[in-house]
């Protein structure tokens, strides 16, 4: 991680004020720190601003209202080509490049694939051989943060996926990244322990918090859901041929609909989705066109 410290500041940093974000975000002190939040809904501006108070940040809050993410959702789908629902996670992706980009900021660091290489989602907790499993995942990882960051025209850095820390990170032990304390298990414990004493404790022992629930984005999902009625969505099966997870999937297919157009079928070589019916490459388990996960299905919201 030192390798990183004092690198030159290029722009800024997508800061959730999360566990990955305050990481990078101290390795670079100087970087515009941009925080994203719906309304003043979720906790992620609690702990960016406990972050600004300790590594003294050049900090902006870009506070988004419902209508202006209910009205940025065709845009992102259009964007991703995706119909996945963790479209409330990519708007607030979005919306911190965007004003990145109204900033005149033209690269962004993010805290991209440490969850992943340092098992910090709980569902890691039971698998068999974890340490197969991170190793294959890392070799097919994709953010919206690319795809979003190149409709903006701003190039994304993810520190935690360079070759050089990747290759080392695949060599830690997995009784170095999952470890319980005190009754608690703790993903990416090697990453906290390292840490722990330079940042704030608060910070540094939180618990996971998606992006989508720590910028409240989560909140739109009872929105959208009423907007389609219960005699629309029990009619979904007789004309479309998608799995649907429930009326907010719906909904966002119907605008994949209008901004995209038809999934597209599967390529040579490419397996079938169980979901949607488009082509996945042979060794991913996960459908970037509706968010289906092989061996899961729909994953938990």
Request: some cysteine; proline content about 5%.
């Amino acid at each position: 991680m030192k390798s990183m410290q004092g690198r030159p500041i290029e722009g800024g940093i997508l800061f959730s004020g999360g566990l990955d974000s305050a990481v990078l975000t101290s390795l670079r002190p100087g970087a515009t720190a941009i925080t994203v939040t719906l309304e003043s809904r979720g906790e992620d501006l609690e702990y960016a601003t406990c972050l600004n108070k300790s590594l003294n940040l050049i900090h902006t809050h870009r506070r988004v209202t419902t209508q202006e993410a209910l009205g940025a959702i065709p845009e992102v789908i259009r964007i991703l080509k995706s119909f996945d629902p963790a479209i409330p996670n990519d708007l607030a992706v979005y919306f911190g490049l965007k004003h990145a980009k109204e900033l005149g900021l033209t690269h962004i660091v993010t805290g991209d694939g440490s969850d992943e290489i340092f098992a910090g989602y709980s569902y890691m907790e039971t698998i068999p051989d974890l340490a197969a499993y991170i190793n294959k995942l890392s070799r097919f990882l994709e953010f919206s943060s690319n795809r979003i960051g190149n409709f903006f025209g701003i190039t994304i850095h993810q520190p935690f996926l360079e070759r050089n820390f990747l290759d080392w990170a695949l060599t830690i032990g997995v009784d170095l990244k999952i470890r319980e304390l005190d009754g608690k298990v703790w993903g990416k414990w090697i990453l906290r322990h390292a840490f722990d004493g330079f940042l704030p404790s608060k910070v540094v022992w939180q618990a996971k918090r998606p992006l989508e629930e720590g910028s409240g984005m989560s909140s739109l999902r009872q929105i959208i859901s009423s907007m389609v009625s219960d005699e629309e969505f029990s009619e979904k099966d007789k004309g479309y041929p998608v799995q649907f997870m429930d009326k907010e999937h719906f909904y966002y297919y119907k605008i994949f609909r209008n901004v995209v157009g038809e999934i597209p079928p599967p390529q040579g070589g490419e397996k079938t989705c169980p979901g949607c019916g488009t082509g996945i490459e042979r060794e991913k388990s996960h459908c970037r066109v509706c968010g289906w996960v092989e061996g899961i299905g729909w994953p938990k919201k």
